[in-house]
T-cell receptor, first 111, second 110 residues
């Protein structure tokens, strides 16, 4: 079992560029999540998907879109990147009230 | 706003000592609680769930006090490898993710 995988591991963008962060899990979990982690701010929820075909906004959704492609995959898209979106992005998955399992993260820098 | 508060530390502790830290949560409707461990530049990893009756996993003991809305983590016989940031987490039980504290930084010194 690979658990939760994320690609890419690192990315540098220029302001205004777009990109999609990919996430996949092989644990057959229903729920998937995208977080960002910034120094001094802790982990903040961007979007989540309670099940295949559904997505909902979290605490900080502005500037992002998501797609739950199937049960395994949940992608995060930045349509027009801004320097404020420089962060580490983590994808996670879980089943019901169990804890969440995180991917290794994507370190994104927007210049 | 749902919040989880932790002392950021750092806690500098000699190897072999016992260390404990608490966190408080504001959402009285929270149903599930967890401790996560995060190493530098790595993802958070689930350390243990926290049950109302308290639970132990090897050298780690977690306790929940619902009346005072706090959670504690006790680490006995600390090892150098315990050095990390420990994140306190609560969940309202819904599918909207977890509420994370900002973490307590623990440094075990030889």
């Amino acid at each position: 079992n690979a658990g939760v995988t994320q690609t890419p591991k690192f990315q540098v963008l220029k302001t205004g560029q777009s990109m999609t962060l990919q996430c996949a899990q092989d644990m057959n979990h229903n729920s998937m999540y995208w977080y960002r982690q910034d120094p001094g701010m802790g982990l903040r929820l961007i979007y989540y998907s309670a099940s295949e075909g559904t997505t909902d906004k979290g605490e900080v959704p502005n500037g992002y879109n998501v797609s739950r492609l199937n049960k395994r995959e949940f992608s995060l898209r930045l349509e027009s990147a801004a320097p404020s979106q420089t962060s580490v992005y983590f994808c996670a998955s879980s089943e019901d009230r169990t804890g969440q399992f995180f991917g290794p993260g994507t370190r994104l820098t927007v210049l | 706003r749902k919040e989880v508060e932790q002392d950021p530390g750092p806690f500098n502790v000699p190897e072999g000592a016992t260390v404990a830290f608490n966190c408080t949560y504001s959402n009285s409707a929270s149903q599930s609680f967890f401790w996560y461990r995060q190493d530098c530049r790595k993802e958070p990893k689930l350390l243990m769930s926290v049950y109302s009756s308290g639970n132990e996993d090897g050298r780690f003991t977690a306790q929940l006090n619902r009346a005072s809305q706090y959670i504690s983590l006790l680490i006995r016989d600390s090892k150098l490898s315990d050095s990390a940031t420990y994140l306190c987490v609560s969940s309202g039980g819904g599918a909207d993710g977890l509420t994370f504290g900002k973490g307590t930084h623990l440094i075990i010194q030889p």
